[in-house]
């Protein structure tokens, strides 16, 4: 299968000196193409010879801090000090190869594209997106894990984020792109509603007569779950005598009905979500972490909602869409759409579904929603609050800065570079609407783009 992927060369890196590499990735299938003045479009490849300060620059800018996967590949084949693989993960880079003489780098550099590739094409593809809306960057770097767990691994996969962010959605979806041919439904299992005393019938089932009630046999969760998968929901509510007997089956893939005594094999595909930070709980000792280690292969971290405020008004016009499939989707007046996108959401997108749902109730006609179809508890003043974009989380990436050396004058140009680049990304390019979000002339940001490439 061909695979298409722009390419890039930074710092002193000659045109002579990469065409021997891009021959060689032709070889492995890998079509290239320059990246010109054109944005990243999906997977591609920085070429750089030796570090310098400028393929980092060059890195952050072309990856959008890892929104497009780039693989940066050295090419003089000089050893590169430890630290600085790091550094240009945290730039950018989705991975770092050193070029060799064989063709042993090649057939890597190619596996690696063709599996982004592969995830991206997923991940943009409707199933995913008409089921987890969003675009942006932290939205789809998750969305990317829990994809290539979904496709390309049975291992157990641990889904964690807070209330609200979409956790038993994710859990359907690894369960939907899941390859077996056979599976079976969905099992879901609620860890908040299991009670000590039937917990054995939950897990594993019981026998007929084998406690008060039990008039017949029971399946329990696990025994539904062979040859399908089982979703663990709020795993971090489990009291530590529970997870001691969710170990033993999770690790030996055995159980005993309740009552019973023969022993039962199964082959599930384990999926765990939690609210919880599993790995601060090990350390208060109210989570096991042989447990933990079972079932965390897959780590898969959901952003709340204020980590994605660009995600808010397309998630808002998918549920108009939802909630009325048989009429043309309202639209949001100004002052509106600037409240939900001001306003702070603790119960996440649960939370910004239950408010819309609530102002769709409101409303009537064809016109757009305004103001008065937002429920008199839910308007600024009253019980709801407002998020300030100078959040904490401002302040502690400006701290950071600070603490790292930088500058007044470098910071001022970084954010005004970043606020141009994403406005130019949103509008595709289009100055005209891109200069009207920034609030200055179209030919005023195009000097400001001509001097900063110069």
Known sequence: MQTTVWVHRLGSMSHGDSVPILRELEGQSISTRPLGQTSPDGPGVVLFDRMEERVLDGLRDLSRFGEFQTLAIQTDGAALDHEVYWALLRAGASDVLRWSATDQAARTAAARLMRWRQVDELVNSPLVRDNLVGCSPSWNRALRRIVEAARFSDAPVLVMGESGTGKELVARLIHTLDPRSDKKDLVVLDCTTIVPELSGSEFFGHERGAFTGAVGPREGAFELANRS?????????????????????????????????????????????????????????????????????????????????????????????????????????????????????PGNVRELRQLVTRMLGRHVGDAPITVGDIPEDERPGGTSTTADWRDAEFERIIRRAMCMGVGLRELSNCAAETAIRIAVGEENGNLQRAACRLGVTARALQMRRANSRS
């Open 229 to 345: 998968t089982l979703f663990l929901d709020e795993i971090g509510e489990l009291p530590l005598v529970l997870q001691a007997q969710l170990l033993r089956a999770v690790q030996e893939r055995k159980y005993k009905r309740v009552g019973g005594n023969a022993w039962f094999n199964t082959e599930f595909r384990l999926i765990c979500a939690t609210n919880r930070d599993l790995e601060a709980e090990i350390i208060r000792g109210r989570f096991r972490a042989d447990l933990y280690y079972r079932i965390a292969s897959w780590v898969c971290r959901l952003p709340p909602l204020r980590e994605r405020p660009e995600d808010i008004c397309l998630i808002v016009d998918h549920f108009l869409s939802s909630e009325n499939p048989e009429r043309e989707l309202p639209q949001l007046s100004e002052p509106v759409r600037s409240y939900l996108l001001r306003r702070a959401y």
